[in-house]
């Protein structure tokens, strides 16, 4: 199993531009979920998805921050436009209801807006 | 909402010392998990205790879930470089709920 696959690993853009964070997750795993890492605030849960549909959007910091899940096996997180306290490190989990509850991470997008 | 509790922020041993982190919260969870986080990486997943009162051991480390399902804490013996990193704590209230996790607690090991 290849785990939970994410891209770019890195992405420095402009500020105003749009970005667009890709997630692969883990086959099988029927929630996948939306991480943001920084110094101050840790990891901040944005939202998440069970069987595609988003259930809790409820940490998703403004309007310029947008999350699909067209299918089972691909996500995105799209900011637009992107500003400087948009940097960050970005990760996306999956899990499947199993012995554990674990999440399993992918190795995240570290985000620069200058 | 629910908070887990995790200090100090940073801890330093020297190589071959034990040591020990607690995470605390003002409520219950069903579930204690403890990850990991290597520098460019994401977490990954050490030990995950499910009863109240449970004691699990992976390797060097070992965890136990606290009898008022409050707090968890996560022992690390004889440690070695390559155990410095991010520690979190993380729980779980119930079966479809959403994973709680600490802030962390970046360790470092001397040589």
């Known amino acids: 199993d290849a785990g939970v696959i994410q891209s770019p690993r890195h992405e420095v853009t402009e500020m105003g531009q749009e970005v667009t964070l890709r997630c692969k997750p883990i086959s099988g795993h029927d929630y996948l979920f939306w991480y943001r890492q920084t110094m101050m605030r840790g990891l901040e849960l944005l939202i998440y998805f069970n069987n595609n549909v988003p259930i809790d959007d409820s940490g998703m910091p403004e309007d310029r921050f947008s999350a699909k899940m067209p299918n089972a096996s691909f996500s995105t997180l799209k900011i637009q436009p992107s500003e400087p306290r948009d940097s960050a490190v970005y990760f996306c989990?999956?899990?499947?209801?199993?012995?554990?509850?674990?999440?399993?991470f992918g190795s995240g997008t570290r985000l620069t807006v200058v | 909402g629910q908070q887990l509790n995790q200090s100090p922020q940073s801890m330093f041993i020297q190589e071959g010392e034990d040591v020990s982190m607690n995470c605390t919260s003002s409520?219950?969870?069903?579930?204690w998990l403890w990850y990991k986080q290597d520098p460019g990486e994401g977490p990954v997943l050490l030990i995950a205790l499910y009863k109240a009162g449970e004691l699990t051991s992976n390797g060097r480390l070992t965890a136990q879930f606290g009898i008022t399902r409050k707090d968890s804490f996560l022992n690390i013996s004889a440690s070695i470089p390559s155990d410095v990193g991010i520690y979190f704590c993380?729980?779980?209230?119930?079966?479809?709920?959403?994973?709680?996790f600490g802030k962390g607690i970046t360790l470092s090991v001397r040589p």
């Open positions: 989990a999956s899990r499947s209801v199993g012995a554990h509850y674990g999440y399993t």
């Open positions: 409520s219950i969870f069903n579930t």
């Open positions: 993380a729980g779980l209230a119930g079966a479809n709920s959403k994973l709680t």
